[in-house]
């Protein structure tokens, strides 16, 4: 068994100290969504999730980050912040790109630059049109790479009580333009693939309270957990058609940021085991590259028999595993060697870990 053991440590190095273990869990929770949606069931009751799971990480961890390196590293490196993310974020999408030029995905070869550039929710809008279709999916991370411009800016020249009203301001203008938009004229694109926002926010607000002990004690509590649970998955007991109302919507994002301070000051039990379980970690660690190269592993399927994979428990298989083996070569060829490189830019002046508010360690994730 030691052959299983080496593999092991190939795949799943040991991770630096104060890494959130429990997130990487969360991580792939919502990859797993991302997959059963497009590949098994298109119209899920709880179809919200996803997304929204993926927002509220994203907008929490990216505070936890920046604010981390702003308030315990003596100053905050914006510009190795943008060097770091493009070195994570830029290589599987130019791997996307490349692949849908070379085979003309859907017409891929007309349009790559919108995709490559991190404008593809903005040709989706003005289009009215996925198109191509294996690119349908980037505009969630189009949303996020976009908060990624600015938000660091606000971190490093705003005060604490200032960066909490813009993220108020910007978490209720995304709940109005996302709710409220159609009586503004602003149709369902963009309130779709650019206005919706508001869960990054809500994960940079739950971030920002985290910092206050006794919302902490309350919100990561056991009771906490069940309200948020009973909330998310209340469209499996309660009247049909509530998981595609804007109030489901709006109650998700609170409760999922209930679950991810919770992931993030660690749960106990199984659900803790679970969410650190070393397939959670590994997934998470490829989830990007699965993300990224899904749909244009779908299209070759596609390609070989047209009629053979209709979406179902098949395709969800067979896709999906597909999709893990590209998404792990990618790892290793192309993602983690380029991410070694981040260790040159830190985003901080001393990269010491230091006591986070709930006196564990903190460190980028």
Same mark, same amino acid.
């Given at each position: ?19 959130? +273990?429990? &997130?990487? !869990? ?6 797993? @969504?991302? #997959?059963? *949606?497009?590949? =098994?069931? /298109? ?126 301001? +910007?978490? &209720?203008? !995304? ?6 938009? @159609?009586? #503004?004229? *602003?149709?369902? =694109?963009? /309130? ?140 290793? #060829? ?32």
């Amino acid at each position: 068994m030691n052959w299983i053991k080496r593999l092991g440590a190939v795949l799943l190095p040991p991770e630096p100290p104060g890494r959130r +273990l429990q &997130l990487d !869990g969360v991580r792939a929770l919502a990859m797993v @969504g991302v #997959l059963y *949606v497009h590949f =098994w069931d /298109k119209n899920p009751l709880t179809e919200n999730l996803r997304v929204s799971l993926f927002f509220v990480v994203s907008g929490f961890l990216i505070t936890h980050i920046l604010w981390s390196a702003k308030a315990y590293g003596g100053g905050l490196r914006v510009v190795n912040f943008y060097i770091r993310r493009a070195l994570r974020l830029f290589p599987p999408l130019a791997v996307l790109v490349a692949v849908g030029v070379a085979f003309d995905m859907d017409g891929f070869r007309q349009l790559w630059p919108w995709h490559l550039f991190q404008m593809s929710n903005f040709y989706f809008v003005t289009s009215e049109t996925l198109r191509p279709w294996v690119a349908g999916h980037l505009w969630s991370l189009n949303i996020v790479e976009q908060f990624y411009l600015f938000w660091p800016l606000v971190i490093l020249f705003l005060p604490l009580r200032h960066i909490y009203v813009v993220a108020i301001t +910007l978490f &209720l203008t !995304g709940l109005f333009l996302h709710s409220l938009g @159609g009586h #503004l004229s *602003v149709n369902g =694109w963009w /309130k779709f693939f650019v206005f919706s926002f508001d869960p990054i926010f809500a994960g940079v607000l739950f971030y920002l309270l985290a910092r206050h002990k006794d919302f902490v004690e309350v919100v990561a509590s056991r009771p906490a957990l069940v309200v948020a649970l009973l909330v998310v998955f209340s469209p499996l007991y309660m009247w049909d058609g509530l998981s595609q109302s804007e109030a489901y919507r709006m109650a998700c994002q609170p409760a999922l940021g209930v679950i991810v301070l919770g992931a993030f000051v660690g749960y106990r039990g199984p659900l803790g085991r679970l969410l650190q379980s070393r397939i959670a970690r590994f997934l998470s660690k490829i989830s990007y590259g699965v993300y990224m190269y899904h749909l244009a592993v779908y299209w070759a399927l596609l390609q070989l028999n047209p009629n053979g994979f209709p979406l179902g428990p098949k395709t969800f298989l067979i896709a999906s595993g597909l999709t893990v083996i590209a998404a792990t070569a990618s790892w290793f #060829l192309v993602e983690e060697p380029l991410s070694r490189l981040k260790a040159r830019f830190p985003t901080k002046a001393d990269e010491r870990p230091e006591p986070a508010p709930n006196g564990t360690l903190t460190s980028e994730s």
